[in-house]
């Protein structure tokens, strides 16, 4: 088995050096940042597995790529990058990692609340300018946060936000149970929710699933929180809720599109905290990954 990682960019090639073990599949490791698909099929030729972090791979280009059987792709979010059910006809396989980073995204969820909550983007960017910028914020404990989905990251949220002193709703769309979380229908979930954090998996069904209606629903003055995927919220009724002042904040890792363009509306409203898609951005969630990486490379059967 001949593998390629396609796009170690952001130091992943390194990672990838430090975590490879002596046994591992023979892997070439291509430090490319943009690789449009018209350079696909000549990249990819010979190579039976990739590991794709973030290169667009849509099915007319992979067709052509008639030596790979399988896409590693770095994270649970590969439909945002390709079409798992277009490819499988193809020949490909499409594998996803879960759980590599469920502490590092759990944690960079709860920074955004905390700094939404105390409008610290606000006071920080303000000062900056040379201006004595104060803010009024909202206290969390006793206030109750709800996690719309419950896997391994809204898990570590409600670990975190529990012992924060915070009431933890959840809504999952196949039952679940957990100590600490009271599981809830959605209407209760948006209705009683101080802060609502996403924890969805993208797909056809959860695309648009914040819609206007149910953002309507969630309760005045609340936060939202994202750091699942941007398709997965009504971006434009979300920016209305903003502002109108129904949706106190909004503390958004993800976007529709990424890189977030210059000057866009969500750049330009005050109540809004932004990063980058970089949630998952640890030295130990890198580590995990790219070793979770290795190990599918390693159960791949041989062609």
């Not at 170690?8 to 990672?15: I, P």
């Not at 050096?17 to 073990?21: I, P, S, Y």
């Not at 009724?237 to 977030?260: C, K, N, T």
């Not at 640890?282 to 969630?285: I, K, R, S």
């Given at each position: 088995?001949?593998g390629?990682?396609?796009d170690?960019?952001?130091?992943?090639?390194?990672?990838f050096?430090?975590?490879?073990?002596p046994?591992d599949?023979d892997?070439?490791?291509?430090?490319?940042?943009?690789?449009?698909?018209?350079?696909?099929?000549?990249?990819?030729?010979?190579?039976?597995f990739?590991?794709d972090?973030?290169?667009?791979?849509?099915?007319?280009a992979m067709?052509?790529?008639?030596?790979?059987?399988?896409?590693?792709?770095?994270?649970?979010?590969?439909r945002?990058y390709m079409?798992?059910?277009?490819?499988?006809?193809?020949?490909?396989?499409?594998?996803?990692?879960?759980?590599?980073?469920?502490?590092?995204?759990a944690?960079?969820?709860?920074?955004?609340?905390?700094?939404?909550?105390?409008?610290?983007?606000?006071?920080d960017?303000?000062?900056?300018?040379?201006?004595?910028?104060?803010?009024?914020?909202?206290?969390?404990?006793?206030?109750?946060?709800?996690?719309?989905?419950?896997?391994?990251i809204?898990?570590?949220?409600?670990?975190?936000?529990?012992?924060?002193?915070?009431?933890v709703?959840?809504?999952?769309?196949s039952?679940?149970?957990?100590p600490?979380?009271?599981?809830?229908?959605?209407?209760?979930?948006?209705?009683?929710?101080?802060?609502?954090?996403?924890?969805?998996?993208?797909?056809?069904?959860?695309?648009?699933?914040?819609?206007?209606e149910?953002?309507?629903?969630?309760?005045?003055?609340?936060?939202?929180?994202?750091?699942?995927?941007?398709?997965?919220v009504?971006?434009?009724?979300?920016?209305?809720?903003?502002?109108?002042?129904?949706?106190?904040?909004?503390?958004?890792?993800?976007?529709?599109?990424?890189?977030?363009?210059?000057?866009h509306?969500?750049t330009t409203l005050?109540?809004?905290?932004?990063?980058?898609?970089?949630?998952?951005r640890?030295?130990?969630?890198s580590d995990?990954?790219?070793?979770?990486?290795?190990?599918?490379?390693?159960?791949?059967?041989?062609?």
């Open positions: 088995m001949k390629l990682f396609m170690a960019v952001d130091d992943l090639a390194s990672v050096h430090r975590m490879k073990r046994g599949p892997v070439t490791v291509n430090e490319q940042g943009d690789i449009a698909p018209d350079e696909l099929p000549a990249l990819l030729a010979g190579y039976d990739v590991l972090d973030h290169t667009q791979m849509p099915t007319e067709r052509e790529c008639k030596d790979l059987k399988h896409i590693i792709f770095l994270g649970t979010g590969a945002s079409n798992p059910e277009e490819l499988a006809e193809l020949g490909i396989t499409v594998h996803i990692i879960k759980g590599y980073g469920d502490t590092a995204v944690e960079h969820s709860i920074a955004l609340m905390w700094a939404a909550t105390r409008g610290l983007a606000a006071m960017s303000g000062m900056r300018a040379g201006n004595w910028v104060r803010t009024e914020g909202m206290e969390l404990t006793g206030k109750t946060i709800g996690l719309l989905g419950f896997g391994g809204a898990a570590e949220v409600a670990r975190i936000a529990g012992g924060s002193g915070m009431k709703l959840a809504w999952n769309r039952p679940k149970s957990a600490g979380v009271a599981f809830v229908d959605l209407d209760t979930l948006l209705a009683e929710s101080h802060v609502l954090s996403l924890h969805l998996l993208l797909n056809d069904e959860t695309r648009g699933f914040l819609s206007a149910r953002i309507a629903r969630m309760r005045p003055g609340s936060i939202l929180v994202n750091t699942a995927r941007g398709a997965l009504d971006e434009a009724a979300m920016i209305a809720a903003l502002e109108s002042g129904h949706l106190r904040h909004a503390g958004l890792d993800v976007f529709d599109i990424e890189p977030l363009p210059a000057g509306k969500l005050p109540n809004v905290t932004l990063s980058a898609h970089s949630a998952f640890t030295p130990e969630a995990n990954l790219i070793r979770l990486a290795l190990d599918i490379a390693c159960t791949l059967p041989k062609v």
